[in-house]
């Protein structure tokens, strides 16, 4: 098998062609997008922290200087909002919004959040297992991060239902080459995200309450473009990967069943066991970075103008990093995987996610004796962003 993304046995099993690009072509040229696929830990890690790359170039070059197309013009309403949010802007302008948004994110206000993030797993999952289990992903991988990220913006409940499908088909224009219907479905929710959010700040200027998006609304040196693609990204980043390392993570232990053992025995090993989870099989396989000037891996010369697709899924099972890669081990101490970036863009959600994920796991743990699978799952199709469908559980207490 090569390198194929689209095809749904690559996504299903990556790892194995991973490691003979990591061993053969650590640097490789795929025609199809017209990427450079970087697989090493070391080299992944590196240019995440290089400023000669950049999530956008729109800070040094127009699309016809950087010999680039336009997007598409019916895409203007998607990509008016995602390029005001933090993650796809550079220096200066993601410094200032990077500053504005943290305070929310320091380990110590994450921490605080601790209790409510334990209550609302608890009460999820108190209610899958009274009803024998289901889809762990419906019923407690995605309401988990959904309330807990639409709380802390102060989202109204009876509109919180709107979200999870607006993030998810927003998602799709993150796949490589996307299809022109998922295109279209992205600008729609983009749009319909932003009318709404743009209301919601209006309300809460006028209105304050204790709350993100009443602070963010009070921030004169935010634009209202700035303060809707904040919180667009921070509703769609604060969710979507953390459902998909829940899913992700309970197949990986039920396919590693004296891994499941050790971590029931010992609730100590939660917070390595979710770092490892994070790692062995990676949420978001893939970033992007565009080359703001000539650079040279590995010899080979890899110039402006072009793309490089990181291979997270790869680094961190680069077997110069982590001992014996393939192997999962709850108890993995020296584990620097890549699963929340490096770099300027490192996640700012890291500490929330690793309490999510701590909470839910330990509440599922905590509460039902006995987990079992009912049918084997099946992969999502999309390759970057990389979940279950659903994942069928028995659970008795
Ligand atoms: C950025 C992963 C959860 C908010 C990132 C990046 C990664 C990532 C890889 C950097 C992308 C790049 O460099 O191109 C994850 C994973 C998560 C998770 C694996 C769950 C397990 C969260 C949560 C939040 C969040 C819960 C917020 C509530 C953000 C934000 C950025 C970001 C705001 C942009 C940071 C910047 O551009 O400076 N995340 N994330 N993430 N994440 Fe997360």
Redesign the pocket.
């Given at each position: 098998m090569r390198f194929d993304p689209w095809n749904p046995d690559f996504v299903a099993h990556p790892y194995r062609v991973y490691e003979e690009l990591r061993r053969d072509a650590p640097v490789s040229y795929f025609e199809p997008t017209g990427q450079w696929l970087i697989s090493r830990h070391a080299d992944v890690n590196a240019l995440?922290r290089d400023r000669r790359l950049g999530?956008s170039y729109l800070h040094v070059a127009t699309d016809e200087e950087f010999g680039r197309e336009p997007e598409p013009e019916f895409q203007e309403p998607f990509w008016r909002v995602i390029r005001a949010g933090?993650?796809d802007v550079e220096p200066p302008v993601?410094t200032r919004l990077?500053r504005l948004?943290s305070r929310a994110?320091t380990p110590r206000m994450v921490e605080s959040l601790r209790p409510r993030v334990r209550a609302i797993a608890g009460g999820l999952v108190d209610a899958y297992v009274e009803r024998g289990g289901g889809d762990l992903i419906a019923d407690v991988a995605e309401p988990l991060?959904v309330t807990v990220?639409a709380e802390?913006l102060g989202i109204p409940e009876p509109d919180r239902p709107l979200l999870r499908p607006w993030s998810a088909d927003i998602c799709g224009m993150y796949e490589l080459n996307p299809a022109p219907e998922a295109q279209h479905t992205a600008v729609r929710a983009a749009s319909e995200f932003a009318g709404y959010l743009k209301s919601l700040a209006r309300d809460r200027r006028a209105n304050p309450g204790d709350d993100l998006v009443s602070a963010l609304a009070q921030i004169d040196e935010l634009t209202e473009d700035e303060l809707v693609g904040t919180c667009v990204?921070?509703l769609n980043?604060?969710?979507e990967?953390?459902v998909n390392?829940t899913g992700n993570g309970w197949w990986s232990l039920f396919r590693n069943p004296a891994e499941l053992a050790r971590l029931r025995e010992d609730r100590s090993l939660l917070p390595t066991a979710v770092e490892e989870l994070?790692r062995w099989d990676t949420?978001?396989q893939m970033?992007e970075r565009w080359v703001l000037e000539d650079i040279e891996v590995h010899g080979v010369r890899i110039p402006r103008g072009t793309e490089v697709a990181l291979l997270?899924g790869s680094a961190n099972r680069d077997e110069t990093v982590f001992d014996d890669p393939d192997r999962l081990d709850v108890g993995r101490a020296d584990n620097p995987h890549i699963?929340?970036?490096a770099?300027?863009?490192?996640?700012?959600?890291?500490p929330?996610?690793r309490i999510?994920?701590i909470e839910s796991f330990g509440a599922l743990l905590d509460r039902a004796a006995k987990l079992e699978l009912r049918r084997e799952p099946e992969w999502k199709p999309g390759y970057v962003i990389r979940g279950l469908h659903s994942l069928e559980l028995n659970a008795t207490g």
């Open positions: 995440l999530r933090m993650l993601h990077r948004v994110f991060p990220i802390m990204l921070l980043a604060g969710h990967a953390t390392v994070m949420p978001l970033f997270f699963s929340f970036g770099g300027i863009h490192f996640c700012l959600g890291a929330l996610a999510e994920l």
